[in-house]
T-cell receptor
Framework: AQKITQTQPGMFVQEKEAVTLDCTYD???????LFWYKQPSSGEMIFLIY??????QNATEGRYSLNFQKARKSANLVISASQLGDSAMYFC?????????????FGQGTRLTINP | GAVVSQHPSRVICKSGTSVKIECRSL??????MFWYRQFPKQSLMLMAT?????????EQGVEKDKFLINHASLTLSTLTVTSAHPEDSSFYIC????????????FGNGTRLTVT
């Protein structure tokens, strides 16, 4: 069975600093996908970044980058130059295949607070 | 803009009544949609996988007779909470994925159900 672990229930960061949100996963699958989603207080789930298990390069999307260390089974999210609007819950998630409609398994989430 | 529309965003109902939540993919066809449930300050838990033209697949511990899922078309799935009780009060959120192999899962904005 797949499992996602986020060990940081809460993080507090000063505005403009970089922040790393930890995520480790456990799976016996060779093919899988890793996702990060942001959930503001409004409740919507906002897709941030995706990394496939066979991708050799770390995924980047603007200020977001995913530090993918396959051997360690970690997929940490790095947010550079944090902004006040980054305050939200962040969920790491994974799927058990790369293609087709997939169900996501979510971690417990990390609440990020950006201080001015 | 939103690619998955969920309606209603909030609903309050009396105990014993039924509530229907709709999830629509706006600009793509989704043969599979997913329904999640999120309790306050917790992660998203998959309830069921909604398959167009066939029966939904429910996760262990989810009552199929209580949470009725109908995937009427390639763009619409509905979740009906039957004979709702206060413990059914929660945030329900659907997701769907486009056809492309690297399409991320898109989420609706969620429905906050309160049963009084």
């Amino acid at each position: 069975a797949q499992k996602i672990t986020q060990t940081q229930p809460g993080m507090f960061v000063q505005e403009k600093e970089a922040v790393t949100l930890d995520c480790t996963y456990d799976t016996s699958d060779q093919s899988y996908g890793l996702f990060w989603y942001k959930q503001p207080s409004s409740g919507e789930m906002i897709f941030l970044i995706y990394q496939g298990s066979y991708d050799e390069q770390n995924a980047t999307e603007g200020r977001y980058s995913l530090n993918f260390q396959k051997a360690r089974k970690s997929a940490n999210l790095v947010i550079s130059a944090s902004q006040l609007g980054d305050s939200a819950m962040y969920f790491c998630a994974m799927t058990h295949s790369l293609q087709g409609a997939q169900k996501l398994v979510f971690g417990q989430g990390t609440r990020l607070t950006i201080n001015p | 803009g939103a690619v998955v529309s969920q309606h209603p965003s909030r609903v309050i109902c009396k105990s014993g009544t039924s509530v229907k939540i709709e999830c629509r993919s706006l600009d793509f066809q989704a043969t599979t949609m997913f329904w999640y449930r999120q309790f306050p300050k917790q992660s998203l838990m998959l309830m069921a996988t909604s398959n167009e033209g066939s029966k939904a697949t429910y996760e262990q511990g989810v009552e199929k007779d209580k949470f009725l899922i109908n995937h009427a078309s390639l763009t619409l799935s509905t979740l009906t909470v039957t004979s709702a009780h206060p413990e059914d009060s929660s945030f329900y959120i659907c997701s769907a994925r486009g056809a492309a192999s690297n399409s991320p899962l898109h989420f609706g904005n969620g429905t906050r159900l309160t049963v009084t």
